[in-house]
């Protein structure tokens, strides 16, 4: 079974401090995937990589950045985390081609900032 | 500019009735569409997908339809349960098979 795992379920912040979210898939997928997840809003892109040390930003990069130095590991940095980042946080990954086109996702991470 | 759109924010169903929940797209050049089920506080799961050379998938009670010409596809859930309540999205992978596009999710509550 493919296995995306993030790092914290619930986590709590401070208004400025720095987050780290971290993100281990098990399946050697080439694609991994930041998204937020708010009510009304759906999913939207923050960040994909389709290779170490590669990161193409998504439809809302501001304010976050991400590192991918091994294949199997995506982390999402909040540099400092304002009260409007309060959601929930999904990572995902993909082949590029074959299979059923599936993104697997992790249980995600929900991020209250005070 | 929203490339998959679901416009029904939200749907009530009976048990045992069918569930039909629809998704738009606008662009051609995606090769897969999914749907996927997500329950409050956890990650979306993938349910069904299809891709864009069949007009028709079939996994159990659930069926997707893709209507090309319409850029129109449709999820069938027969019966309903009430387990199947949650929120359903669907999205699309482009050709390049490193972006997918999501709609903005449709609430589905099925009652007892």
């Known amino acids: 079974d ?11 912040k401070r208004t ?6 971290e993100c281990v898939q098990d399946m050697d997928h080439e694609n991994m995937f930041w998204y937020r997840q708010d009510p009304g809003l759906g999913l939207r892109l923050i960040y994909f990589s389709y290779d170490v040390k590669m990161k193409e930003k998504g439809d809302i990069p501001e304010g976050y950045s991400v590192s991918r130095e091994k294949k199997e590991r995506f982390s999402l940095i909040l540099e400092s985390a304002s009260t409007n980042q ?9 082949w590029t ?5 599936e993104l697997f996702f992790g249980e995600g991470s929900r991020l209250t900032v005070l | 500019d929203q490339q998959v759109k679901q416009n029904s924010p939200s749907l009530s169903v009976q048990e045992g009735r069918i569930s039909i929940l629809n998704c738009d797209y606008t662009n051609s050049m ?4 999914l749907w996927y089920k997500k329950y ?7 349910l069904i997908s299809i891709s864009s050379i069949k007009d028709k998938n079939e996994d159990g009670r659930f069926t997707v339809f893709l209507n090309k010409s319409a850029k129109h596809l449709s999820l069938h859930i027969v019966p309903s ?10 999205a699309a ?13 449709t609430s589905l509550t099925v009652i007892p």
């Open chain 1, 86 to 94: 309060t959601s929930m946080y999904l990572c995902a990954s993909s």
């Open chain 2, 81 to 90: 349960q009430p387990g199947d309540s949650a929120v359903y999205f669907c």
């Open chain 2, 30 to 33: 995606f090769d897969y569409f």
């Open chain 2, 93 to 105: 992978r482009s050709v390049t098979g490193n972006q997918f596009y999501f709609g903005t999710g």
């Open chain 2, 40 to 46: 409050p506080a956890e990650g979306p799961t993938f």
């Open chain 1, 97 to 101: 081609s074959g299979g059923t086109g």
């Open chain 1, 2 to 12: 493919v296995k995306v795992t993030q790092s914290s379920r619930y986590l709590v």
């Open chain 1, 16 to 21: 400025g401090e720095k987050v780290f979210l």
